[in-house]
Nanobody, 121 residues
Framework: QVQLAESGGGLVQAGGALRLSCSAS????????MGWYRQAPGKEREVVAI???????LYGDSMKGRSTISRDNAKNTVYLQMNSLKPEDTAVYYC???????????????WGQGTQVTVSS
């Protein structure tokens, strides 16, 4: 059983910062891409940032220049530092990871349960 556990969401004023964390646990053999997505009410889920196991990097347009993704492979954890937050950044932020499961050795994309980020004006 593989699980992704997010933390770090909350309420912040515009201009503030938050750091999200997501740790993968369970029967994991290998981890590929890890990333963050977000979904605001009435909108489709969009990519915020993705970081590959070898350093490949992708930032979505929504938070480019205001966010930094990083990972600690020893801890199976990915982070998202968000700065200069705006009310339009209010959304549920989801962690995602491509994981190779021990035993089956199959690759699947897993999702966390989401963490709410609310930015007040």
């Amino acid at each position: 059983q593989v699980q992704l556990a997010e933390s770090g969401g909350g309420l912040v004023q515009a201009g503030g910062a938050l750091r999200l964390s997501c740790s993968a646990s369970g029967n994991i053999f290998s981890i590929g891409d890890m990333g963050w997505y977000r979904q605001a009410p009435g909108k489709e889920r969009e990519v915020v940032a993705i970081l590959g196991s070898r350093g490949g990097l992708l930032y979505g347009d929504s938070m480019k220049g205001r966010s930094t993704i990083s990972r600690d492979n020893a801890k199976n954890t990915v982070y998202l530092q968000m700065n200069s937050l705006k009310p339009e950044d209010t959304a549920v932020y989801y962690c995602s990871a491509n994981l190779q499961e021990m035993g089956t050795m199959e690759w699947h994309q897993f999702w966390g349960q989401g963490t709410q980020v609310t930015v007040s004006s």
